[in-house]
T-cell receptor, first 114, second 111 residues
Framework: GAGVSQSPSNKVTEKGKDVELRCDPISGHTALYWYRQSLGQGLEFLIY????????KSGLPSDRFSAERTGGSVSTLTIQRTQQEDSAVYLC????????????FGPGTRLTVL | DAKTTQPTSMDCAEGRAANLPCNHSTISGNEYVYWYRQIHSQGPQYIIH???NNETNEMASLIITEDRKSSTLILPHATLRDTAVYYCIVKGQTGANNLFFGTGTRLTVIP
């Protein structure tokens, strides 16, 4: 079946502009995660959605970052007033929910802020 | 969640078994051991996970010691496409919901 998809695959923007990154999770998965990975670095957790519960935003690095998940499916990560340090690969993952389940990752969106 | 320790890098000859070790001596009773890998320029890929019994799937086998303080991921017949960074992650029911990816083991499969 279809895996996690993300769009765009690449995004180049100018410093100070806003960007939106999209994630389509695996159908039926109730949990959705956003991570980012800077060049040569490990994954950094950003935010987690589980069903209708309030999201876990503990990993968001600043108030310029926000995310929403509409209808329990598609999620959008928004970065306002982008900075050069925001350049990274942004990865989305979904799982069937509950602990003990595997997370399935999308291919990521490579964001470059000039 | 318990901390894990993995070797920084390993090499394996193509066609041979790759055995990747992981130490998790502080693991608690309700924490699972997960293995993921990340091939260059791709998102992480789930491989396998287990609690205390050995597990096998189409990708790999996971051997967990009886005291659960260490485990080994086995790729039975490594191919060049298995070259990747392999992450051992311990995750329990409590604590953060996200996975913590450490530095992992960079496995290079050599022709």
């Amino acid at each position: 079946g279809a895996g996690v998809s993300q769009s765009p695959s690449n995004k180049v923007t100018e410093k100070g502009k806003d960007v939106e990154l999209r994630c389509d999770p695996i159908s039926g998965h109730t949990a959705l995660y956003w991570y980012r990975q800077s060049l040569g670095q490990g994954l950094e957790f950003l935010i987690y959605f589980q069903g209708n519960s309030a999201p876990d935003k503990s990993g968001l690095p600043s108030d310029r970052f926000s995310a929403e998940r509409t209808g329990g499916s598609v999620s959008t990560l928004t970065i306002q007033r982008t900075q050069q340090e925001d350049s990274a690969v942004y990865l989305c993952a979904s799982s069937s929910g509950g602990w003990g389940g595997a997370q399935y990752f999308g291919p990521g969106t490579r964001l470059t802020v000039l | 969640d318990a901390k894990t320790t993995q070797p920084t890098s390993m090499d394996c000859a193509e066609g041979r078994a790759a055995n990747l070790p992981c130490n998790h001596s502080t693991i608690s009773g309700n924490e699972y051991v997960y293995w993921y890998r990340q091939i260059h320029s791709q998102g992480p890929q789930y491989i396998i996970h287990g609690l205390k019994n050995n597990e096998t799937n189409e990708m790999a086998s996971l051997i967990i010691t009886e005291d659960r303080k260490s485990s080994t991921l086995i790729l039975p017949h490594a191919t060049l496409r298995d070259t990747a960074v392999y992450y051992c992650i311990v995750k329990g029911q409590t604590g953060a919901n996200n996975l913590f990816f450490g530095t992992g083991t960079r496995l290079t499969v050599i022709p």
